[in-house]
């Protein structure tokens, strides 16, 4: 992973680059180390990826047996209590959660992130579908939704008419 990010076996590089990737790289581990501490105090950490723009982020939950929420901070900056992105969830029953909201900052790869997250503990809490609803505030960015969640297995129903619709996944499969 360390040659993927400075490159060197890719192409050659600029000395003066692959030192400022190093360095990069450093501050990134420094900041996940503290903002690790931070965060392990209020959730559980269940991850550390790294975004197709090769920044290093943590992912942790929170459950209290009703609602789970999958949050992601980056490693560019100092953890304030806040996540970055996250997505919130509602247990319906034994088998079912339902995705109430998904805030953040799009087009980084933190919403397919923590989806994948998403899916991996509802599959190891034996929840059997992850449910959701598009409602009229999405209509602006229907498109992407429909793209992100397709992305993602979920079967999309769209009712135009009304505008809503109802996304289901069988995370099992």
């Given amino acids: ?42 959730s559980q950490i269940v991850g ?4 197709r723009e090769e920044k290093w982020v943590i992912v942790s939950i929170v459950d209290d047996g009703h609602a789970c929420k999958i949050m992601l901070n980056d490693c560019d900056s100092a953890y304030h209590g806040h996540w970055d992105f996250s997505i919130q969830a509602k247990y319906e029953n034994e088998s079912t959660i339902h995705i109430g909201d998904i ?40 498109d992407r939704l429909i793209h992100f969640y397709e992305k993602h297995d979920f079967d999309v129903e769209i009712d135009h008419e009304n505008q809503s619709g109802s996304i289901v996944c069988q995370p099992h499969l």
């Avoid at 400075?6 to 400022?20: M, N, R, S, T, V």
């Avoid at 550390?48 to 975004?51: A, L």
């Avoid at 919403?111 to 991996?120: A, P």
């Avoid at 599959?123 to 598009?134: F, P, R, S, W």
């Fill in 1 to 42: 992973m360390l040659l993927t990010r400075l490159g060197a076996y890719e192409e050659k590089k600029d000395p003066e680059e692959l030192k400022q990737n190093l360095e990069e790289l450093e501050f990134q581990v420094f900041r996940m180390q503290e903002n690790m501490k931070e965060i392990a105090k209020k």
């Fill in 48 to 51: 550390i990826e790294q975004t």
């Fill in 103 to 142: 805030k953040g900052e799009e087009n980084k790869g933190y919403g397919s992130i923590c989806m994948d997250y998403l899916k991996e503990y509802a599959q190891e809490q034996n929840v059997q579908y992850i449910k959701g609803d598009l409602a009229k505030r999405d209509w602006d960015h229907l």
